[in-house]
């Protein structure tokens, strides 16, 4: 009996090394998903698929002294940094100075980007110059708690934004369009690549900054500085320019063109730019003489006040011209083109200049009303818009 009552002192023994093991395997896993102490080591990424790294993901310390913070002592910052041989799409105008991005179910158009950067809208960054990308940044110093020690973002690009990249090497050139990931809880960044294809090698070239040719003058002398070569614009009409007015996210009215050829003749008239209202968005109309509708205008120190607004509107002499109106087009700049072969530069309509206009457009839900100027130089063909402010609808508008 004794001997039968011992048996299951074995399977107990068993279960309680078993149960160690299992002690141990998971506290290994929880080690595995806490944040590893100090920056995580170098990644090299193949953005394009050609075996060649494009990309590098990076880790930077930064040491801060502060004498009414002690106990902090710097920041671990990680980011992605562009390899030779890599360039980054970014847009290039008046109206746009940013990263390049494409919806998030688009694919790449080469096409299309080769157009965009003839006519000067885009443009890549130098590919002998490391591009930075700071994604994650995490304090330390004995200040810093339990609760407060993590990675943090940023917030100079969340997840969504699909950039484009350019990859040359001795193998070809890539062009390949990628995303910057964060995998909570933020302790690391990944890169996805979303769509890459092969180009003819210099593709795109013409869209690089032409650098400055050094000037010889005197050292005496007085305005030697070196200026940036003027941009410009090929004749023709552009891929459309979509512009956003308010920072919402959501593109407010678009930089578009059209052909206006000579009577009778389609060999022979003008290829004509301007912008357009985009759904949700309206131009503030007046009724000028003989009841021609024209662009309601505000000049420096003028002000459009709600009473103003109301009043207008209700009496007919104003009105907002919307999307699908036709008279919401507003031509900014013409170039005439015909069969001669003769040369023709871009010329631009002075009535377009002549005071601010006005739009009505919404932003995060509410209804807002603004005004903006139009800023162009030279004869090059560049123009923009520049938002010159805004209100929410019912509040005064002032020119400043």
Known sequence: MRWSTSLPSVPRRSALLLFTVLLQCLHVTAQDDRIIPGPPPDEYVDVTGDGRADLLIFSRTVHVSDPEQ???????????RTLSGTAILMWSTPSNQRWFTLDSAARLDTAELAARIHFKQLRW????????????????GPAITSDQDG?????????????????ANDLGTSVAAFTFELPFPYARVVVRTRDAVRVPNGYGEEG??????????????????TNEPQVIVPPGIPPDEPVNLNGDEVDDLVITGRIQH??????????????????????LMTHERWGVLGYFRLHEGEVLTPERLSNGLRSGI??????DST?????????????SGQPHAWSFEEDAFHG???????EYGRPMIGALEIVAAGSSGQFGVRPQNWVDEGQTLEVR
Do not use: C
Not at 327 to 339: T, V
């Open 327 to 339: 008279a919401a087009f507003i031509p900014i700049a013409r170039h005439a083109f015909d069969s």
């Open 208 to 225: 690089d900054p032409v650098p400055p040719k050094p000037k010889v003058v005197n050292e005496f002398d007085f305005g030697h500085e």
């Open 151 to 167: 990675w943090y973002g940023t917030g100079e690009h969340h997840d969504g934004h699909t950039l484009v990249l350019r990859s």
């Open 70 to 80: 002690p106990g902090y002592l710097g920041l671990y910052k990680l980011g992605v």
């Open 356 to 362: 601010v206009f006005v739009y009505r457009t919404m």
């Open 125 to 140: 960054t130098d590919q002998d110059v490391a591009t930075e990308f700071w994604l994650l940044e995490r304090p330390f």
């Open 318 to 323: 104003l009105a907002w011209a919307t999307a």
């Open 262 to 283: 000579a009577d009778g003749m389609k060999d022979q008239g003008h290829f004509i730019r301007g912008i357009s209202p985009l759904p949700g968005t309206q131009f």
